[in-house]
């Protein structure tokens, strides 16, 4: 995305400074978000393409100042307020909510769903493959409106392919109910290449990336 929401690589935010023995969740209403946010997609038809970009639309102030199972919080009571599941009169009330928009999923079956994934591969799809293994590429310098998942640091940037996973939905587009798959591929891009030459010599960052979102180097 082209917004204050894609933060990573940015400038002036600091180093990154991992907590010390940082808990799994620092506050128990975290944990009940992250299970909430797991169980609600069994009953309600979205998914994390759809996720997202709901938190991208978060306005801007509000995103920086948020933490991260904030964000989620604003993501899933937008995404439920927009299907009718649940009204900003119902969030301001204390009345727990009408048994009509109860969300019934079986507890036991949360944790094998959340190990189990939810492949976005369509191998059974007819798709061009313009890369290979081994080909120099360069990500597109710009993506357009709305979601995308090119993160702004590796625009236009020369990469190698080190790998073809064939057909699979694009998240921007399946996001808005476009489900036309492309061919996916592993781009590897050098840490210099991505932030010139105070990054680390020798390291490098992998992406996965659609066609689309790739050219042929020149």
């Known amino acids: ?5 894609d933060l990573g690589g940015m400038h002036g935010f600091g180093r990154i400074v991992p907590e010390p023995h940082e808990p799994v969740f620092h506050a128990p209403w975290e944990g009940r978000m992250f299970a909430l ?10 998914g994390d393409d759809q996720f997202r970009p709901a938190i991208e639309r978060m306005e ?5 100042k948020s933490s991260y199972y904030e964000k989620w919080y604003e993501a899933v009571v937008r995404l439920l ?10 969030l301001d009330s204390s009345v727990p ?34 890369f290979s293994s ?7 310098a710009t993506m357009g409106v709305g979601h995308n998942r090119l993160p702004r640091y590796a625009r236009a940037k ?6 073809v996973h064939g057909p699979f939905l694009v998240a921007d587009r399946n996001s808005v109910g476009d489900h036309n798959p492309e061919t996916l591929y592993t781009v590897r891009f050098t840490a210099r290449e991505l932030w010139g030459q105070t990054a680390v010599e020798g390291d490098s960052l ?4 659609w066609d689309s979102y790739l050219e042929h180097s020149t």
């Not at 169980?39 to 309600?44: D, E, G, N, S, T």
């Not at 801007?60 to 920086?64: A, G």
């Not at 020369?158 to 790998?163: T, Y």
């Not at 992998?206 to 990336?209: E, K, P």
């Open 97 to 130: 909510l009408a048994q009509s928009h109860a969300l019934a999923v079986r507890a036991d079956a949360v944790l094998p769903a959340i190990f189990a994934g939810a492949s976005q591969a369509r191998p059974a799809a007819e798709v061009s493959r313009r």
């Open 134 to 140: 081994g080909d120099r590429v360069r990500t597109r």
């Open 1 to 5: 995305m082209d917004s204050m929401h």
């Open 60 to 64: 801007p102030s509000h995103y920086l």
């Open 206 to 209: 992998s992406l996965d990336l």
């Open 37 to 46: 946010t797991s169980a609600v997609p069994f009953a309600v038809p979205y």
């Open 158 to 163: 020369l990469g190698v392919v080190e790998s």
């Open 81 to 90: 307020q927009e299907r009718h599941v649940i009204s900003a009169a119902e």
